[in-house]
Structures are given as C-alpha cells and as structure tokens.
C-alpha cells in the first residue's frame, strides 16, 4: 500500500500489471463462484424489496446482504434490512444492526434510520433513548411527517402528551394529507373533552381517509353522543388563543343535533350524521380568530356546506362501514362518487390545504399540494394557480428547491438543491420555458455547466467545468445547435481538444491534444465528414496512425504504427470500402491478411507465424465462414478442414495445436480453447450461436491463470477476476461491458488492500486504501471520476490530512506521521501540475517528480530507505519514455531500460555490482527480439540466447577456445542451458521450460567462485538471490515469493560487514529498515505499508 499522499507509484520492471486497479489475492475454488453475477444496486434493491412484500423474508434479507460496504447505497440495503428484521420479529438482531450503525456514525449519511431506530426503542420502552435518538435525527428529517408522528406517538407513551400534541399540530400543518396525525388528534381532543376540535379533526380525517387505518373508529367516535361522552377536564393547551367554539359546544352537549325537530339532511340518520351536520352548519357562522383548529379545518368544511356537499360527505364517510351499514349506503353511490369527484378532486385541496406559513422568512398564506402522499409544493395561489416564490420539497420535506411561479408557469430564477441541501442547479424561466441562464453544480460547490437558453432552446455560450475548478469545454450554440469552436480543456487549462461546428455539424479542423500540449490526433470536416489527410500522434512527432478520407471514407491506405515506429496494420480501402487488411507483429512480419469483396465483406482471413510461414485460412461467403484450410511444414500446399464437422482444430505451421473448438452451420458453439505457441492455454472461452457467452479464461504465457471473466453475446456482463501467481489479482464487476460495482483489491496475505466502487467505467463516491495492518490509510472522494477530497490517517487511525481539492492553485504542504515524511507540491485547479518533492524530517528526498495535468512528466527520481537513488526515469504524459535505470538498496546501478510511450523499446542490461553488464538484450513493443548475451564480472560473455517475437529460437555456448560459437537450437522453447570455462568449469547455467525460465540460475567465475545465483519459477523470482565481489564475498542476498520483494533483503560491503539490512511484507517496505556503516547501526527506518513512520539516528 502507498500512503504517499500525492505521487502515483510508478511502474515496475519487474512486473506488468495487467488492468487498472493492481490487487494480490486470496485462493479459492473458482468453479463454485457465480461468475454470472451481474452487481447492479437497484435491481438488488428492488429484488429484495418484491420478496419482502411477498413475505420471503429470508430471500429478501439475502438480496440486500448483496450490497457492498462501499456502495453508496449501502445504508439504503441496512434500512431495508431493518424492515426484514422487524417483520420476521427478530429483535435481538434489529437491535444489534441498528446500535452497529449508529455507533459508526452511519445514520446521519441516511437519516430514515433514526426513524428505524427511534420507533424500535420506543416500542421497546426504552423511552429516554428513544427521545434522544428522536432529537437527533430532527437535525436531518424534523419535517418528515412519518417520523413526527411516531416522535408524538413516544410523547404520548411517556405520557408527554402537551409535547405530543404540538408536534401533531406541526405536520398537519406541514402535510395536510398525513391522516393519522388529523385522527390522532382528534381523538386526544375527545379524550380532552374538546369535543368540536375532535369533530373537526376527524371530519377531516374521514374526507382524505374514508377507508383508511382508523376510519371505523373515527366514525365510531363521531358516533358517540357529546352529550353522554368525552366530559373529562382538558389539561392540555390545543391553541393559545381563538378557536372559540362555545356555542357550537352548548348545542352539542345539550344534545341539541339529536332532537327529531333538528332537520337532517342525509338519508342516514344516525348520531354520526346529526352532530356532524350540526358542527359543519355551525362552521358556515362561526366568528373567525387565529386558533389552530379554526384556521386549519373551518375554512374546507365551510367550503363544503357552500358547495352544497355536506349531504354527500354524510355518505363518503361512512365508507369504512359499507359493509356493515349494507344497502342503505350502496344505494348512495352516484352521491358518493360526486363528493370524490366533484369535490375532493376539485375544491376540496384548496381549502384544506391554505394556511399561512413562513415561507423564506415571511408569514404568508400558501397551499400546500401534494405529490405520492407527500407535500409537494408549498406557495401562494391565485384562482388555483401558484404566483410567486414558493417552496419544492423533497421525500422527507426538506427544501429541495426555490420556485418562482407566474400564472402557474415557472417563471424567474429556480433553484435546486440536493438531499443534503446543497444547490445543484440555478435556471431561469420565461412563462414556463427555459430562457435565460442555466447553472448546474457539482456537491462541492464548484459549477459544473453554465448554459443560455432561449424559448426552451440552446442559445449562445455554454460552458462545463471540471469538479475542482477549471473549464472543461466551451461552445457557442445557435437555436440549440453547435455553432462555432469547441474547445476543450484539461483541468490545468492547457488545451485538449479544438472542434470547429457549423450549424450543428462537424465543419474544419478536429484537433486533439495531450496534457503535455503536443498534437495527438488530426484532421478536417466538412459537413459533418472526415475529409482529406487524417493523422494520429504518440507525441505531436512521431507517427501513431494515418490515412486519406474522401467524403468521410478512407481512400487508399490506413495505417497504424508501434511504438517503435514500426507498421502494425494497413487497411486498404477505395469509395468506402475496405478491400485489403494486413496486420504485423512487431518484428516487422506479417502476422494476418484479410481480403474483402467488392461489397465490402470478409473473403478470406490468413494467419501467419513470425517466421513468414502461413498456418492457416478462412474462407467465407457472403461474410459468413464457410470453410478452412490447414498449413503445415507436411503440408505446405494446405489442406481442406470441413467446419461442419465436430472437433475443429487449428495448427500451427510445426504442427502443435494451436485452436480447438467447434462449429455449427459455420458459427462457433461450446467451447473454444487457444493456446500460445508453447503448447500453455492462452484462453479458454464458450459460444452460443457464434457469440461469446459464459466463461472466459485467460492464462500467462507461463500457464498460469491470467483473468477469469463472463461473457453475454459478446458482451463483458458479471464478475470479473484477474490473477497473478494463479492467485486473484482483480476482482470487480461488468455490466453491459462497462465496470458497475464494488471493486476490491488484496495484498498478498489476502487482506484488502483497496476497495470503492464503479460506476460505468469511473471511480464514484469513496474510495478506501488500507495499510497491511487493516488500517485505513487514506479514503480518497470522487466525483465524476475526479479526486475531489482525500482524507489520510496517521497512527492509530487518528485523521492527519484533510485535502479539500476544490479551486487548489498554487503551492502547498503537507506533512504525515507527526513530521516524519514532508510532501510540497503544486496545483492548478486542484491537480498536480509541476513539482513535487517528498522529504524526510530531515530535508532528505525521497522523490523529486514533475506532473502536468496531474501524470508524471519528463524527470522522475526516488530515493530507497538507505537515501541511495532507487529509480530514475522519464515519463512523458504518465508514460515511461526514454532511458530508464533502476539501483538497488544501497544505489549501485542494477538495471537500464528504454522505452517509448509506455512500451520496452531497444536495450535491456543488467549489472553487476561492480557496474560491469550482467545481461544484455533487446526488445520490440515489450517482446524480446534478436540476441540476449550474459556476461561475468570481467565483462566476458557466456551464452547468446536467440529470440525471436518473445521466442527463444537458440543460444550459442562457449567452445573449448572460450568463444562463443557452439550454437544449438532449441526445441519447443525448452533447453538445458550449459556453458563452460575452457578450464572445464561451469560459467553460466539457467534452464528454459517453454519460454519461461526455471529453476536454478547461476553465473560463476572462471575459477569456480559465484557471482550471482538465484532461483526462477515460470520467469518469477523464487527464495533467495544471492550476488557476490569479485574477490568472493556475499554482496546482497534477497528474498522473493512470487517476484515479489519478502523479508529481509540484506546487503555487505567488501569486507563482509553489513551495508543495510531492509525489510518487506507483500512488496512494500514494512518494518524496520538498519542502515549501518563500518558494521555499526547508525540509523533505522521505520516503515508501515511503503510509508516511512519513524527515524531513529
């Protein structure tokens, strides 16, 4: 693990990894893995919750168990859960998993789970607690009216209940719609002996919830006569001033409404239907004051007597009781159905729903509507229509925006904000259609879009910026099209791309530059196609792809480079179609040739080896394959293979398979295994109908496992593993051929060393870097893609660093482990641009970097625990470029590369410690091409061994006379490999097992003495390597498990006594690291995971 907070580790000789992420691994029995899986959080959600709502439980619970610790609705799967738990009654592990997640602080991130909580120690009578939690989580959801209610419903339990009462009046008056609260109280009003706020109440109850939960009950509470009930003392305060209802009371309690000369006007005649009437009559005459139950309820139940609905209301209510009241009531349907539609979906919500609110620090008299059972919107109305600054709100009743309405029409500024109240978007309106400006922003505060409308459409500059600041790219739009120069930038603000438009189609140049400014691709658009030259750049220079176009199709040749400036393909095309297709191997030999029609479809395809000998040729017709034939050194004239038959193989031109698999009616089905020319499996796949489906199996060129992935029609779609040492080395998820999900990455011990998560192809929300120890590290924020924030942990956990990456231009510094190891750096736009040095406390470097738009650039240096230079390289855009060296520990040259972008291109020489070459060769685009020479410590060769495409061909051992000229070739990349002294002593001796060097590896002097030894398994180092002086002595002896650096890695001086003693864990430095001089300790440094914790002189 690297700690390290601001530079990226840079490549290893050593090692290729593979993808993007690099993990090690655990080992397991990967047939019992569903590879299938495809990890996409709401499917799993709403899966789990179709299973909850048909009571599977358990299935349920297994569903949401799915989620990732780090999938940012990880918190949303707890909650789910919580309900799992609730409905099968388990309460000591709600309990557990609800005290988990609040003691990890976990519940503001999703605040619903107080609610959980709350209610769960409520109804388990830890009522102080309950309250506490209740009082927390109304920093976050105190307008949420499902968690207001159950807060009153603890307040009553604790017997509370002027507390209780208040908060009922809160939601009502927030959220006219939530019925319980209107019942509730209602019934505490009865129990109080307010006998008209209890009518009232439960009328309005019954007219937005005629059959709801408590319906039968309201009604039988309205059904009780107020002359002979609810006598008890109100010891409660329903409103500190008005709802003066005295009349109405004396009527009610003297049983005025029961009396037969009282004239009812339902066909009903009961209790309920009289007093209610009586109530909803008074209501018309009542003498208006500021009281709660007078402001909220007269005004609808006025309305309705105006209206002439009261009648049909005697019915709607009665609803619950259909079945009991029978034909009396069913013969009222075309009234009751007049009262829904007619009133409740037409006059009722006003009505009901005015009050008067603060509403952005001013009381005014707003509606409040309703969307999905929830308040919606709350702002003033005109005849129906909302005018004005009004308020958006979201799920739980928080401001979710600020709306300006003119005849119901959005109109002005509208602003939004997301679940944390952060503004997300500013955008203005003219008579409900977008005209004007238009803001987005990112959860930092930072703009991410800045566009102009007119009358709904793209008109004039837009603009979008990167998270932590800077343009990302720029252009002019003409009545919603693209008109004019779109430039485009990095986060630095050096140019990315150059695109010219004309009225919304691709017309002149297209440039593409890198971070370094240089040009990478090129060309010119004329109505909206490619027309004449076309080229690509690794560098602005150097050559990476070129071609012609005419009217947008490629006219003569197209052509890709290596690296090395060598041809990798040409198509040859002609009015647009393609006629001719040759691809190479780096060597410069062709490696296929494809043939097309007049029409553009396949002919036929030949393979090649990289000795020029076709091996093989498809045939095809009407694109489709239709038959083969099979070259070999027997058979050079070619031989006709059936595809129809069962059993298909492909040879090389040695005769080794080199393909197997089948055919049906000219497609493939089942499975297919490839293998690499040394007889080890390359990959292993299946098919259905031709496509790729199932799993797919990729191996090292030594045999071992590479990467296991599924497969659906062609399409990468479920688990993905990579491996190194047939132990995992990624693991991540594929949906649809783009990463979805939790990804994980593992030190060698099989303990995490990474893990975040995807979404399509980028890093989101957190991601979590561990030291070996399993301690976090360092959490590192995304969004969109882009580092925004990064947190890192000292010692014991304790928060050392807290980068904010927003708007950071400039120079800064930090320090880690109280001081130990300092970090200055520079930034444009919150990305690392320019230098970048580490130091120790004691102004030691430990790197010394340049970036540009965040990737190394030009010099890089890094300094080993002893203080010796380590690496010293090149890169150009975050690539290796040029001539690398890497030292060992104590800083003696151990190695040179040279690259060009990226790849191993040209000479490879190790060294002895004596600065005298070990080893010398040379490669092509990474592959090992003409002669590799070992050498002794006098600079006297031993063996050549010849390759050719990564290939060992031969080697050219020393003759009686000491020179090199026994030369034997080698058969199926597997040779004993032996050469002697004249003196008859062994000078070099290594083994090849098809291409992969094996066992024992020793480089000797002519008097007997070793110089270097070692042991390979498959080309990686094993145990211990050993390299000695001249005169005999040990110089270093290292340890290696799986090519990695572990254990002790101790290096001598001449005389015997130690130089330094360095220690690893899973290739990291990670413990005390002696530094001695004259055999004495002067200095240990302490490492933890790569990072330097301690120095002790």
């Known amino acids: 693990m690297v700690k390290i907070f ?65 999938d940012p609705r990880y918190l949303n799967a707890q909650y789910e859960i919580g309900l799992v738990l609730n409905a099968q009654e388990k309460k000591p592990e709600l309990k557990t998993h609800l005290e988990n997640l609040y003691a990890k602080g976990k519940m503001q991130e999703f605040p619903e789970l107080y609610k959980m909580y709350a209610i769960f120690l409520s109804n388990e009578k830890e009522y102080d607690l309950s309250e506490k939690i209740f009082k927390e989580g109304e920093k976050y959801i105190g307008n949420y009216s499902t968690f207001q209610y159950n807060f009153a419903i603890l307040y009553i339990r604790k017997k509370e209940t002027q507390k209780a009462l208040d908060i009922l009046k809160k939601i009502i008056t927030n959220d006219p719609n939530y019925a319980s609260a209107h019942y509730l109280l209602g019934i505490m009003a009865f129990e109080n002996g307010k006998i008209t706020e209890g009518t009232l109440a439960l009328m309005s109850y019954l007219a937005i919830a005629p059959t709801g939960q408590f319906a039968s009950k309201a009604v039988i509470q309205l059904n009780a006569s107020f002359g002979q009930n609810y006598l008890d003392e109100n010891k409660l305060v329903f409103s500190k001033s008005g709802d003066n209802f005295e009349e109405i009371e004396t009527i009610l309690r003297n049983q005025l409404p029961l009396k037969k000369v009282y004239k009812i006007k339902s066909s009903i005649d009961d209790v309920i239907t009289r007093q209610v009437q009586a109530v909803a009559e008074y209501a018309v005459e009542h003498k208006m004051g500021d009281g709660f139950f007078e402001t909220t309820y007269i005004p609808w139940v006025k309305d309705m007597v105006a209206k002439n609905q009261l009648e049909n209301y005697s019915y709607y209510s009665l609803l619950s009781l259909e079945d009991k009241i029978g034909k009396e009531l069913t013969k009222q349907k075309k009234k009751i159905m007049s009262f829904n539609e007619d009133y409740i979906l037409k006059g009722f919500w006003p009505a009901f729903a005015t009050r008067k609110l603060d509403l952005f620090g001013k009381t005014e008299e707003v509606v409040v509507t309703i969307r999905n059972e929830r308040p919606f919107i709350i702002g003033p109305q005109i005849n129906g229509e909302f005018n004005g600054k009004c308020k958006y709100l979201n799920a739980l009743g928080n401001l979710a925006g600020e709306l300006n309405f003119k005849n119901g029409n959005l109109d002005g500024l509208q602003k939004y904000y997301d679940d944390k109240g952060r503004i997300t978007e500013e955008k203005y309106f003219a008579d409900g259609k977008l005209s004007g400006e238009r803001k987005v922003y990112y959860e930092n505060g930072n703009m991410s879009l800045y566009e102009n409308y007119k009358d709904d459409k793209l008109d004039g500059i837009s603009t979008s910026y990167y998270p932590n600041g800077g343009k990302t790219c720029e252009i002019n739009f003409t009545n919603d099209e693209r008109n004019g120069t779109l430039i485009c930038l990095y986060e630095a603000g050096t140019k990315k791309n150059e695109i010219d438009f004309a009225n919304g189609k691709l017309s002149g140049k297209y440039n593409v530059y890198n971070e370094a400014g240089d040009i990478t691709e090129t060309y010119n658009c004329k109505d909206d196609k490619i027309e004449g030259n076309y080229a690509e750049y690794f560098d602005g220079k150097t050559l990476k792809s070129e071609a012609v176009y005419k009217n947008g199709f490629i006219e003569g040749s197209y052509k890709t480079y290596y690296t090395n400036k060598s041809l990798e393909k040409e198509n040859i095309c002609s009015l647009g179609n393609i006629s001719k297709s040759t691809d190479y191997y780096e060597n410069g030999k062709k490696s296929a040739e494809t043939f097309y029609t007049a029409k553009g479809e396949m002919d036929s395809y030949s393979c090649f080896d990289t000795f020029g000998n076709k091996y093989f040729e498809e045939k095809y017709k009407s694109g489709e394959l239709k038959s083969g034939v099979q070259y070999t050194a027997n058979a050079p004239k070619g031989t006709e293979i059936n595809l129809a038959k069962k059993g298909f193989e492909m040879k090389n031109f040695d005769g080794s398979t080199r393909i197997k698999g089948n055919f049906e009616k000219g497609k493939k089905t089942g499975e297919w295994s490839y293998l690499f020319s040394s007889g080890f499996p390359r990959l292993k796949e299946s098919y259905i109908n031709g496509k790729n489906n199932g799993l797919s199996t990729n191996y090292t060129e030594s045999g071992e496992l590479s990467s296991i992935a599924h497969f659906e029609n062609d399409t990468l779609n479920g688990r993905y593993e990579a491996y190194d040492g047939n132990r995992v080395n990624q693991l991540f998820y594929y949906e649809k051929g783009k990463q979805n999900g939790p990804f994980q990455t593992f030190y060698a011990d099989g303990k995490v060393s990474t893990e975040g998560f995807m979404n399509e192809n980028s890093i989101s929300n957190d991601k979590y870097i561990y030291n070996q120890n399993g301690n976090v590290a360092s959490i590192e924020h995304y969004v969109n893609a882009y580092i925004t924030n990064r947190k890192t942990f000292g010692p014991n956990e304790k928060l050392e660093n807290d980068f904010d990456y927003k708007n950071k231009t400039g120079k800064f510094s930090l320090s880690f482990n109280n001081g130990v190891s300092i970090e200055n750096f520079e930034m444009k736009n919150g990305v690392l641009n320019g230098k970048a040095i580490s130091q120790d406390k004691y102004k030691n470097i430990m790197k010394d970097a340049q970036y540009v738009n965040g990737k190394l650039h030009n010099a890089y240096k890094k300094y080993g625990p002893t203080g010796a230079l380590l690496l010293d390289q090149n890169y150009y855009c975050g690539k290796l470029n040029g001539l690398s060296k890497q030292f060992d ?209």
């Open 889 to 1097: 520990f104590v800083g003696n040259l151990r190695l040179t590369e040279e690259y060009s972008f990226g790849n191993e291109n040209g000479k490879t020489t190790r060294y002895f410690n004596n600065k005298s070459k070990m080893m010398e060769s040379s490669l092509l685009n990474e592959s090992r091409e003409g002669e590799t020479t070992y050498y002794n410590q006098k600079g006297e060769p031993l063996v050549i061994i010849g390759y050719e495409n990564n290939m060992p061909q031969y080697f050219i051992t020393k003759s009686k006379t000491g020179e090199l000229t026994d030369k034997k070739p080698i058969s199926n990349q597997t040779a004993e490999i032996i050469s002697y002294y004249p003196n008859g002593k062994p000078a070099i001796q290594l083994a090849l097992n098809k291409g992969q060097l094996n066992g024992k590896f020793l480089i000797s002097s002519a008097e007997g003495k070793p110089e270097y030894e070692c042991n390979y398994k498959d080309s990686s180092l094993e145990g211990d390597r050993f390299e000695y002086y001249v005169n005999g002595k040990l110089y270093k002896k290292e340890h290696f498990v799986n090519n990695n650096f572990e254990g002790q890695q101790q290096y001598f001086k001449e005389d015997g006594k130690l130089w330094a003693d360095v220690s690893f864990k899973n290739d990291e430095l990670h413990g005390n690291t002696l530094v001695y001089n004259a055999g004495k300790l002067v200095e240990t440094k302490k490492y933890d995971s790569d990072e330097l914790v301690e120095i002790i002189k």
């Open 6 to 70: 601001i530079f990226e580790k840079p490549k290893s000789a050593m090692r290729k990894l593979l993808l993007v992420f690099f993990l090690v691994s655990f080992s397991k029995n990967y047939a019992q893995t569903d590879y299938a899986f495809v990890y996409n959080n709401d499917s799993i959600i709403k899966k789990g919750e179709r299973l909850y709502d048909t009571q599977k439980y358990d299935e349920a619970l297994k569903e949401y168990q799915k989620i990732s610790k780090i």
